[in-house]
Nanobody
């Protein structure tokens, strides 16, 4: 079955950088878009950034100019480069993909298990 696995989270000081990775695997599929969401304790899950097959991107206003999303289609991987990190960026970051398995008629949305990002002095 399809699974998304995130990596790259950790503890970083304010102003530091982290690079998150997410790999989609499990059978044959065609990816329409991939993205990153985050959820802090007591808050709703929110979109951080996403990228379509056209390479068009969308960012939350709070991360524009600091985060960059990219993808490697050959490796079914999406990345999130996070620079100038702030304490308010602390959250669990979840990978998301809209894809269609070759055995399915319609695309579906899949989620990873999340990776913790903590920004603290």
């Amino acid at each position: 079955q399809v699974q998304l696995v995130e990596s790259g989270g950790g503890l970083v000081q304010p102003g530091g950088s982290l690079r998150l990775s997410c790999v989609a695997s499990g059978g044959m599929f065609s990816i329409n878009s991939m993205g990153w969401y985050r959820q802090a304790p007591g808050k709703q899950r929110e979109l951080v950034a996403n990228i379509a097959t056209s390479t068009s991107t969308n960012y939350a206003n709070s991360v524009k100019g600091r985060f960059t999303i990219s993808r490697d289609n050959a490796r079914d991987t999406v990345y999130l480069q996070m620079n100038s990190l702030k304490p308010e960026d602390t959250a669990v970051y979840y990978c998301n993909a809209n894809l269609r398995r070759t055995s399915d008629m319609w695309p579906r949305v899949y989620w990873g298990q999340g990776t913790q990002v903590t920004v603290s002095s």
